[in-house]
């Protein structure tokens, strides 16, 4: 197999471009076109205003028995259609109203299938679509991506654990950016992964509408292409031991799905940006995902609410001994009802992390959950994957029975055919119970936000809590994010540290979390970063010394009715503005470089005064990362305003209509 799907490849690369039979699509306004040839395997080409932006390159599948696609086969019909639609999003991560505008170019092949490529103005997506009979077993999976010019690639390579193969993973890696010809056969990364030619457009490679299915990583070759690896699919497992087991493969087939022969599989997408600051604005995976499919999701409440692992408890100035239990949460809810949060979380240790009905003897969930209910905020639980794979019908009813909306489950590090169906199964049965969910130790969503809109959030990110172990979480890190993993959908990156600290002045210490740039850096994430369900994860005990920040900071919505990428370049600096009712918020960010930005108000109402509140980088931030300083001004559609930002800073800015 490995010898079909490489051989030839780069000499066939140039001379199949002159096939006669090729089919081609361009995106409504005509600046991305698409050619499509068979050779072989199927061949296709884009363009981007008339420049080769991604050079031929190859997709396949192979299914048992069948090779899908092969010289002998031929096109047995083709037609271009053209979809100019709304889509209304239930829980607006960048926007309320998604327009989905593009062309599609189905070709139909004398076997049971068909390719489908959907082209938009900013990117496209091809896929399979089968109509096989019976079930198929796939094989293998071609995906072929050849770049031109002297491409490099902004590449989460992934790392092997002693004790997993190598698709366990986290999700959770930099984005060092590499030469493409550098990147050796033996790494992978998971998607996104932003390729940079020498000259703009940049490209991201991800996927959208991941079902019964592996999710797909990107490998080197040591050339400037990428072949998509899968997982194959797990055949043995075992459960691992210490304080949260998971499941580890153990054993994998010689194929990576069986499924169903009448399915479309997931889109390869594309996203084409001719600036940088179009990308983290871009919402392509959503508009390809699969439409929801809970009904109506009207019950669906993202908000905003604490999380008290990444501190451990550590609070201070209290009159009880701090901890797991019910003083600490009693507290915490107190804290969110006086900064205008929705809701608590109760992370790891409130219960026995492999039985949910075993509670911590230092708990009375009784008491803290009519606690709760009384000062109006919701109570959210953490779980282990294993656990509550065990016990899902239980726990979901108990959940139900104390009044909890929201749940986290944790460590699940895989992105196989079966974990993905789990993702599934999950995320169905709490849309049952009423429950919303974030996944932990997992992969990006790739749009399974769209068709399960209770699944809020997730992680697969490198946030704030490796600031307990680790120096990775710096401001270059914190800037390269939007325009990398978030184009795959929201993260759970946890902002809020009020430890902040200097580059030089920076430790690791449990307890006494620092965080890696200043505070308003922290801040500014809390409108930068895409996520309905944003967790406050700094120190309330410090927090209660700083009212007025810790407003402000409570009245930053979670989802949005615009999204607008003012400015930004990769791994430098980004400014957004989001709109929510008559509302708009700015936030920006830098890396280690202090810089002086503009930010033209040309987004606001004609002839309407604004108050505007800035809360930025204090005079001496650059020595006391934690200094700030908030002011008050009047502001009108037009003005532009200077602002500067400290190294590793940011500043948040409010827009309240008079």
């Given amino acids: 197999m490995k010898k079909f799907f490489l051989s030839g490849l780069l000499l066939a690369a140039y001379t ?7 089919l081609t699509v361009c995106s409504p306004t005509g600046k991305i076109c698409v050619k499509v040839w068979m050779q072989n395997t199927i061949w296709y080409q884009v363009q981007f205003n008339g420049k080769l932006l991604l050079a031929p390159s190859q997709m396949d599948m192979l299914v048992e028995g069948n090779k899908i696609s092969s010289f002998n086969h031929r096109i047995k019909a083709h037609n271009v259609k053209m979809v100019d639609e709304q889509i209304v999003s239930p829980v607006p991560e960048k926007r309320k109203i998604i327009t989905d505008h593009y062309n599609q170019l189905s070709i139909k092949f004398q076997q049971p299938f068909t390719v489908e490529f959907r082209v938009y103005d900013d990117g496209l997506g091809y896929r399979f679509v089968t109509a096989f009979k019976d079930s ?3 094989l293998n999976e071609l995906a072929i991506f050849n770049f031109v010019d002297d491409a490099s690639a902004y590449f989460p390579g992934i790392h092997q654990r002693n004790d997993a193969d190598i698709f366990h993973t986290s999700f ?6 590499r030469k493409l010809d550098s990147i050796a056969p033996t790494e992978m990364a998971y998607t996104p992964v932003l390729v940079t030619p020498a000259t703009n457009p940049k490209i991201a490679i991800t996927e959208s509408d991941l079902e019964d299915y592996p999710g797909m990583f990107l490998q080197g070759t040591g050339t400037a292409s990428f072949k998509g690896v899968f997982a194959p699919f797990p055949l043995e497992e075992r459960l691992t031991i210490g304080d949260y087991p998971q499941m580890i493969v153990t054993k994998r087939a010689g194929y990576i799905a069986r499924t169903a022969g009448s399915r479309s599989f997931p889109w390869r997408v594309l996203l084409v940006a001719e600036e940088d600051k179009n990308l983290p604005g871009n919402d392509i995976v959503y508009r390809l995902a699969a439409p929801n499919r809970i009904g109506d999701a009207s019950w669906i409440h ?7 692992w990444i501190i451990n408890v550590n609070l201070f100035n209290v009159p009880f001994k701090a901890g797991v239990n019910t003083a600490s949460y009693k507290y915490y809810i107190d804290f969110a009802k006086r900064f205008g949060l929705d809701r608590i979380m109760m992370d790891a240790g409130w219960s026995d992390n492999t039985d949910l009905f075993k509670i911590n003897p230092a708990i009375d969930m009784d008491t803290i959950l009519s606690y709760a209910k009384q000062q109006g905020i919701k109570v959210s639980m953490w779980t282990l994957a294993h656990t509550l794979n065990r016990q899902l ?7 139900n029975k104390w009044g909890v ?24 049965a709490c849309a049952n119970h009423h429950i919303m969910i974030m996944y932990h130790g997992a992969y990006p969503p790739k749009g399974f936000n769209r068709t399960y809109p209770n699944n809020v959030t997730r992680e697969g990110v490198l946030g704030s809590e490796y600031n307990i172990w680790s120096d990775k979480p710096t401001p270059p890190h914190d ?20 430890n902040n600290a200097t580059q030089k002045g920076f430790r690791q210490i449990e307890g006494m979390v620092q965080s890696q740039g200043t505070r308003c850096h922290q ?5 930068v970063y895409d996520n309905p369900m944003q967790l406050f994860s700094g120190n309330p005990s410090q927090a209660y010394a700083e009212p007025a920040f810790m407003e402000l900071l409570g009245a930053i919505p979670t989802t949005w009715d615009e999204t607008i990428i003012l400015d930004g370049k990769v791994g430098e600096y980004i400014v957004t503005a989001r709109q929510k009712g008559t509302q708009w918020y700015v936030g920006a960010m830098t890396n280690w470089l202090a810089r002086d930005i503009k930010i033209p108000l040309d987004f606001l109402e004609d002839g309407v005064s604004y108050k505007a509140v800035i809360c930025k980088d204090g005079i001496n931030s650059n020595q006391y990362a934690a200094d700030y300083s908030i002011i008050q001004n009047t502001v009108k559609k037009n003005e532009v305003l200077s602002i500067y930002l400290a190294q590793g800073g940011g500043c948040m800015l409010q827009f309240i209509k008079q």
Wanted: proline share 5%; aromatic share 16%; hydrophobic share 40%.
């Fill in 405 to 428: 909306d929201y749940i986290m489950t944790d460590f699940i590090d895989r992105d196989d055919q079966k974990t993905i169906n789990f993702f599934y199964r999950i995320a169905k």
């Fill in 393 to 399: 019908d239980s726990a979901l009813d108990r959940f």
């Fill in 16 to 22: 199949a471009a002159y096939c006669t039979d090729t």
């Fill in 523 to 527: 801040l500014a994430m809390f409108v």
């Fill in 136 to 138: 198929i077993t796939i």
């Fill in 302 to 308: 993202p908000g905003k609410g604490t999380d008290e």
């Fill in 172 to 177: 959770e890696e930099l984005y060092p950016l």
């Fill in 479 to 498: 800037v390269t994010l939007p325009f990398t993993r978030m184009l795959a959908g929201s993260f759970d990156y946890e902002p809020g540290i009020l």
